[in-house]
């Protein structure tokens, strides 16, 4: 291992981004919840949630990238 290396290690492209979930849910009822994932740009975000949530009627917001 060089130096440089253990001084200056790699940049993730992961980002941190805050998404907004309408989830609907029994007797007309509805949940918004903010949820945050780590993905590489806003559209994998968003596929991100829709695969952890996995209900056909999930709404999702627009995810913004929060600066660490």
Excluded at 30 to 48: G, Q
Excluded at 54 to 64: A, C, F, K, L, S
Aim: net charge positive; aromatic share 4%.
């Amino acid at each position: 291992m060089r130096l440089n290396e253990i001084t200056s290690p790699k940049k993730s492209k992961l980002k941190n981004y805050l998404v907004k979930v309408k989830i609907p849910g029994p007797y007309g009822a509805t949940n918004i919840t903010d949820t945050m994932v780590m993905a590489m740009n806003p559209e994998m975000a968003r596929r991100l949630i829709r695969v952890q949530y996995n209900v056909p009627h999930v709404i999702i917001g627009q995810p913004r990238e929060i600066k660490v």
